[in-house]
């Protein structure tokens, strides 16, 4: 079949699907993809596919904490457009193959954003600049230059409309990545022909020693090209270069409005993988057919939701949340299915699998990765059975955070067991659990991993020999609950006990006489000077990871009605949640940047503090639950560039969002259950592969925030929580909502979430 002929068809089958649902209604017109560019939410405008590999846009900066993903909306010059972004991270990396355009003497430096004519930034405006689902475009000020992008799975498509000039240009710049000073270990570029460049780079950033290659074609012929090494500009002759500061310089004479299209293909594997992609992607130069099928794929996936209800600020912010979820994680594989995998080697995938890359985990496993239960079911099996596939490739084991074939470690715990496990808990098919279970309980039983062996040997881990030791001995706890659910589900009830009474280890840690999660030295004493609202006991590390004892106590997910015990009764456990989001003093000692968000000491803007408004629920007080998870969706999110609390992490903040809005929440995402919130649209229809789940709010107003009754598949329903399996195979909720609370509504023992779940 001809390359171009199946591009056709993957376009026709884009607008089917989009055209059977949702048809009048277009919904990628409600994303605003610079919500998160400011603050601190680390989000980046540009061209994407859902979970593509490439994402093609604009880099302001490539340095510092709020140039993460390369982009900040402060910024008001460009250094030019590369291929992969980071969407929301709280470090930075990527930015590979740098294209810019220009006019005038070449430059070979950037220039700063102070004095960007010192190099070949261009200023812009956001007046001129726009982005939608699929779709970038940007006047250049300083050049004249309109600048179009748009992008497939695998490869990227530029168009560029020129002024009159006999000194257009392009620099390919290799050596442009996220840090200064450069980070590039090795690079190399090949001048193929008068239309073609190729080339590649391992980077030695955040995931160090990571590999990427392309494949680059013009749409119109050289008027010449010059390789550069070093800012050194080689003989003309020269048609190939190797080292760690690589650039080249593409020459052209043209007239007022003449476009230049640029087409690039990305690999993690080889040059030709990259040619390969390209190839078949973008086999042409119908930019308009690429920025269609982008929009298409949008459409698709977007409209899996269809809301009714709200105002348009609600509308934009639950689609744009929705859009950010789609971002990661990402392919990581060739058309052909080969991908490089966490041992560095090139792998062959089965026929019909993908590989991915991008998993934040510690962030994700929160509410991402169940959103994806019901929004990308046909998805799951894939992003398991690729960490799987990772757990066996990895020297490092179990993923913690792996990033294009590398393992960054960042984050604590390893909480691909809980994407896992949820998978196993929901039934999903076509996943090898037996396969998964080997390197699952390897990490949990036997792996003296960060602590690990202290975990089993003490019961906790011990402040004065480990850093983060009080978050690490409750995410542990967590995880080994996750690894007993698969040890269950294959019939392993041995291992299932011994890491069920593990996952308890927590309360080891839990000081009655203070009512909070406390560091423990490792002669079994207290830690002095402990303070809940400080980070740590001492100067020399941290006790909690991003959080402190108000917010990490909370952190056993898989068991939460156990604090109602620990704390001595429900009322006290109502109360220390009260609390929690009335309390207003500082926090002591170091605050990390990502603490914030606050309400009270919770802090919506970091994940650690993601399930606990929901934590109610558990106590017979739902109705705080309702009225802390509006407030909540009202405060913490707003459809201006500032709108995130915190880092985006990968769509964490906005599966929140869109999950929330909806009306549940998982507190524990391995346990199959989902307990209510407050659900904010009067409808929404969600399809669950070919099934539909309708979520109605019945209201007189939209104030009216709390639930007076629920039915549940057409049937009256006083529980607080219901399970995946109820509406997996589609289905109904309805809630009657009013303006006052119904303490009445889940207080009874009957209507709380099972123990254990």
Known sequence: MHASFRFSLLLASALAVSGARGASLDVTQLVNEFIGTGGHGHTHPGATVPFGMVALGPDTFNDGWDWCSGYHYSDSSIMGFSHTHLSGTGIGDMLDVLVMPGTGPTKLVPGTREKPEEGYRSRFSHAE?????????????????????????????????????????????????????????????????????????????WARGRRIFFAMKFSKPFQSAELVTQHQVLDAGVKETSGTAQQALIHYATKAGEVIYVKVGISGVSIEGAVQNLDREIPGWDFAAVRQAAHAAWQRELSKI??????????????????????????????????????????????????????????????????????????????????????????????????????????????????????????????????????????ALEDDFRGLGYFRKLGYIPSDMVSESATRTLEYSYDAWAVAQVARHLGKMDDYKLLLAQSRNYRNLFDK?????????????????????????????????????????????????????????????????????????????????????????????????????????????????????????????????????????????????????????????????YVFGSPLFDKAVVHVGNRQLTVEAKRSSPADQYIQSVTLNGKPYGKVWFSHAAVIQGGSIVFRMGSRPNPAFGASPSALPPAGQ
């Open 129 to 205: 600049e726009k982005a939608e689902p699929g779709y970038y475009s940007v006047m250049l000020k300083d050049y004249g230059i309109q600048a179009e992008l748009s992008a497939t799975e695998r490869a990227g498509i530029h168009r560029y409309t020129f002024p009159q000039s006999d000194s257009s240009h392009f620099i390919v710049d290799l050596i442009h990545g996220y840090g200064q000073p450069s980070r590039v270990r090795a690079a190399e570029l090949r001048i193929v022909d008068s239309t073609t460049i190729v080339g590649g780079r391992t980077v030695n950033g």
């Open 306 to 443: 269809l809301i009714e209800g709200g105002d348009k600020k609600q509308r934009e912010i639950f689609y744009t949340a929705m859009f950010h979820t789609l971002e990661a994680p990402t392919l990581f594989d060739d058309v052909d299915g080969k991908y490089r995998g966490m041992d560095g080697q090139v792998h062959q995938l089965p026929a019909g699998s993908h590989n991915y890359s991008t998993f934040s985990l510690w962030d994700t496993y929160r509410a991402g990765h169940p959103l994806f239960t019901l929004t990308e079911a046909e998805r799951v099996p894939d992003l398991v059975n690729c960490l799987i596939r990772m757990s066996e490739e990895s020297p490092a084991g179990m993923p913690v955070w792996p990033l294009q074939g590398v393992e960054t470690g960042t984050m604590t715990g390893y909480h691909s067991a809980s994407v896992i496990a949820e998978a196993a808990v929901k039934g999903f098919q076509g996943i090898d659990f037996a396969r998964a279970y080997g390197p699952m309980r390897k990490r």
């Open 513 to 673: 006489s203070v009512g909070f999660i406390r560091p423990r030295l490792e002669s079994g004493e207290w830690a002095p000077s402990f303070d809940p609202t400080a980070t740590g006991t001492t100067p020399k590390w941290r006790d909690f990871t991003e959080s402190n004892s108000w917010q990490g106590t909370w952190a056993a997910q898989h068991e939460p009605e156990a604090y109602v015990e620990l704390l001595g009764s429900a009322q006290a456990f109502v109360k220390k949640l009260d609390d929690l989001f009335n309390l207003h003093v500082e926090i002591k000692g170091e605050v990390p940047a990502d603490m914030t968000g606050l309400v009270g000491m919770y802090a919506h803007g970091n994940e650690p503090s993601h399930h606990v408004a929901y934590l109610y629920d558990y106590a017979g007080a739902a109705y705080k639950t309702q009225q802390r998870v509006r407030d909540l969706l009202d405060r913490q999110y707003d459809n201006q560039p500032d709108g995130l609390a915190g880092n985006e992490d990968c769509g964490q903040m906005s599966a929140w969002y869109v999950i929330s809005a909806l009306g549940f929440y998982a507190v524990n995402p391995a346990g199959g259950n």
